[in-house]
């Protein structure tokens, strides 16, 4: 099928690639010319294991092209639209301008007949305005709302073979067209959920929204064992054999950032006040507080370990990325913990094998330095904050050697206490006794 991808960053880039690898003729659509250049090059503008492979696959089949001019997604029977929805600056929530200009873009080029599919998060109700803004602007084209479920690190594998895949449409022939541009998907037995747009957007709403929830209720927890000596790790495998609750997603630590889940969370919450029923998800003010909390919590746990002041201190931290595998810094709670510490006064050496770049964007106050072994040299404590493999298989004794006194914060609850203590480390995990 002829398939146009408007929007190429994380989800875009990956979807755009992905639909190449089904078999499809793909154009992606990006504002950015370097991001277009980049792409067109076969080269990932961002950071995601597998994704070069597969972006060089498609480039060199001439399935797979990319363009700044939506024109060229003219002859498109199918455009997914994968643009970002930011949280509004000084509110809480979506900022919908890409969404809307997108839309807005392709009633101008879309064919009569052909399908636009939304794949971004947005707040429910959203697909609802877009139809009469479609009509408004005197399109026939039709609307489906596809949410997407992919994880940063594994966004190939969660793209090429989703644990499900959900439709939002309002007319039988969307559900047809979806189905032939997923058809190697479904073959291999994907649960396949239609429904109608609203529940569609919901979908997404409340699996992040739930998983952003599970997260707080162990750091919740967390808070709870560091007032009472019980240790959060042995808790969460203990509760985590229940089948009913499982064990994923109950790591404690500094909490979850990222592009996704803090924003969707706020978001959610103002849509509900403008629904009248904020009392419905006002728990998930909580879930962001207890959140935010961690990254208080960390640096707390730095200051104890240092005697009572990071004042001048020489502080390593590993870890930049809101989680490994990926060069992300949106909302990364790592980054936020290294720019308090900095801001305490403390003499942070700041380190990750992806994240440096991004990180130097949003705060270039800090010291970066090109590996754990420059950030660990003479320092007085570390703090591993992003769980890279890297950094989870530190020797502990050999980190010893580097530092100036072993002290360390594991405020992803990683490392092996005993192991690090028996090297003489002072060990501090967060929720641990
Ligand atoms: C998330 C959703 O998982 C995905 O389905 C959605 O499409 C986009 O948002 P992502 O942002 O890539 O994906 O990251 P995810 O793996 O969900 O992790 C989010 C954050 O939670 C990270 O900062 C991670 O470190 C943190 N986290 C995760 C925890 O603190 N504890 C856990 O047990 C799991």
């Known amino acids: 099928m002829r398939i146009s991808v408007i929007g190429c960053g994380y989800l875009g880039a990956v979807h755009a690639a992905a639909m190449a690898d089904l078999g499809h003729d793909v154009v992606g659509v990006d504002t950015d010319a370097d991001k277009v250049a980049k792409l067109t090059a076969g080269e990932a503008p961002f950071f995601e294991p597998g994704l070069e492979e597969l ?56 064919a009569p007949g052909s399908l636009l599919v939304g794949k971004s998060t947005v707040p429910v109700g959203t697909a609802a305005e877009l139809v009469a803004r479609l009509r408004k602007a005197g399109s026939t084209a039709l609307l489906a709302w596809n949410p997407e479920f992919l ?28 189905d032939r541009v997923y058809a190697d998907i479904l073959e291999r037995g994907t649960p396949r959920i239609v429904t109608d747009f609203a529940t569609a957007e919901l979908v997404k709403t409340a699996a992040n929204a739930f998983l952003a929830t599970k997260i707080s209720f162990i750091n919740a927890m967390a808070e709870i064992a560091e007032a009472t000596g019980a240790d959060v790790t042995t808790l969460a495998d203990a509760i985590g054999h229940d089948a009913r609750i499982g064990r994923r997603f109950l790591n404690a630590g500094i909490g979850f950032g990222g592009g996704c889940l803090p924003k969707d969370i706020r978001a959610f919450a103002a849509r509900a006040e403008e629904l009248g029923r ?55 709670p790592a980054l936020d913990v290294a720019a308090r510490l900095h801001g305490l006064g403390a003499r942070v050496r ?22 754990a072994r420059e950030a660990l040299r003479d320092a007085d404590l570390a703090l591993l904050v992003t769980e890279w493999r890297e950094y989870r298989d530190l020797e502990p004794a050999a980190v010893a050697e580097l530092m100036a006194v072993p002290r360390i914060v594991d405020a992803r609850n990683v490392l092996d206490p005993s192991a690090w203590r028996a090297a003489g480390f002072a060990y501090r995990g967060l929720g641990r006794s």
Do not use: C, M, W
């Open 151 to 178: 994880r940063e690190g594994f966004a190939v594998a969660d793209t090429l073979a989703p644990d499900r895949l959900v439709y939002g449409v309002d007319d039988e022939r969307a559900t047809e067209l979806l």
């Open 350 to 371: 700041a380190t990750d094998p992806y994240g440096i770049d991004n990180a130097r964007l949003r705060h270039p106050q800090l010291d970066y330095v090109a590996s």
């Open 278 to 332: 904020a009392e419905s998800v006002a728990f998930l003010r909580q879930v962001d507080a207890i959140n935010l909390r961690r990254r208080e919590r960390a640096v707390d746990v730095a200051i104890e370990l240092l005697g009572g002041s990071v004042f001048e201190r020489r502080i390593a931290v590993l870890g930049l990325t809101f989680k490994p595998d990926s060069d992300d810094t949106r909302d990364s």
């Open 55 to 110: 972006l060089g696959e498609g480039v060199r089949s001439g399935r797979l092209r990319f363009t700044t001019d939506i024109a060229d997604a003219a002859d498109a029977e199918v455009h997914f639209v994968a643009v970002g929805t930011p949280q509004l600056p000084g509110a809480d929530g979506a900022d919908l301008r890409f969404v809307d200009g997108a839309f807005d873009a392709l009633a101008g080029v879309a």
